[in-house]
């Protein structure tokens, strides 16, 4: 080394010190963002799993409305399908996707069995027989 005061190791020793406590400052303002970040996170996962919880018990709860005035039953399609597809609905205690709907009926689980169960369910939905509760979810509609 020569005796330029840059390159003496003294002067080399400070520069490191300095910017340790730089990486060090970094690292803990980064540890705090980080804290916040999982708190933040953690939160929003309480709040999702609350609003499962209450989704799911709303639809769980008897409908206590007045009842209705008795409306005339839609007409079911014309084929022995849509029967065995409503005796399914009619043991079933939760709602249904298609793919449960072939698996109960003993059809095997080929995408075209499923789509044509799909095509009928959206079919009952649509004459008021069944109703979709989530896309692809379907249940017999409460009276």
């Known amino acids: 080394m020569s005796g330029d005061p840059q390159q003496t190791l003294g002067a080399l020793l400070a520069r490191l010190e300095v910017r340790e406590r730089q990486i060090a400052v970094e690292a803990e303002a980064a540890h705090e963002q980080i804290a916040q970040l999982t708190a933040l996170l953690n939160g929003l996962a309480q709040a999702a799993e609350h609003i499962t919880i209450t989704r799911k018990t709303l639809l769980e709860l008897p ?3 007045a009842p209705a005035p008795a409306t005339p039953t839609p007409a079911l399609p014309d084929g022995p399908a849509y029967q065995q597809i409503m005796a399914v609905f009619a043991e079933a205690s939760t709602p249904l996707r298609a793919r449960n709907v072939c698996e109960v009926m003993d059809l095997d689980l080929m995408p075209n069995n499923i789509n044509n169960v799909r095509i009928k369910l959206k079919r ?6 069944l109703a979709e509760t989530e896309p692809g979810l379907f249940t017999r509609p409460r009276p």
């Open 124 to 129: 009952l939905t649509g004459r008021g027989i």
């Open 63 to 65: 409908d206590e409305t």
